[in-house]
């Protein structure tokens, strides 16, 4: 899985109920590549300026997990507690990032 098919992926699952009051600059890390976006006002935005700074950092063992948890196919909890997925920054904001994504690992939120 390559980047762009991520970015497509998360543009198209977006959730913005799941967005509301968030305003946050997420990355996400999976072996040497990077993809950076903004949250605000229930909008997800990809042209950042290249030096922006994220607030929380998603890291992944690999492309599959990645794809997998943002796609709703894996568990979050399962990923985290076997080390496959961790957080840089706000932990919160992880249940944040997955429901924003609609996974259904995570217990529902008032958005759903």
């Known amino acids: 899985m390559a980047i762009p098919a991520l970015k497509a992926h998360l543009q198209a699952n977006f959730q913005p109920p799941a967005a509301a009051g968030i305003d946050a600059v997420f990355e996400l890390a999976i072996a040497d590549e990077f993809l950076v976006f903004q949250v605000r006002g229930g909008k997800l935005d990809f042209d950042l300026h290249p030096e922006t700074k994220p607030d929380a950092t998603f890291r992944f ?24 997925f961790r957080a840089d920054g706000h932990l919160m904001w992880a249940f944040a990032l997955m429901a924003m994504f609609h996974n259904p690992s995570l217990p529902a939120s008032s958005t759903d």
């Open 61 to 84: 063992e690999d492309a599959d997990t990645a794809w997998a948890l943002l796609s709703g196919q894996a568990d979050a909890f399962e990923a985290f507690m076997h080390g496959r």
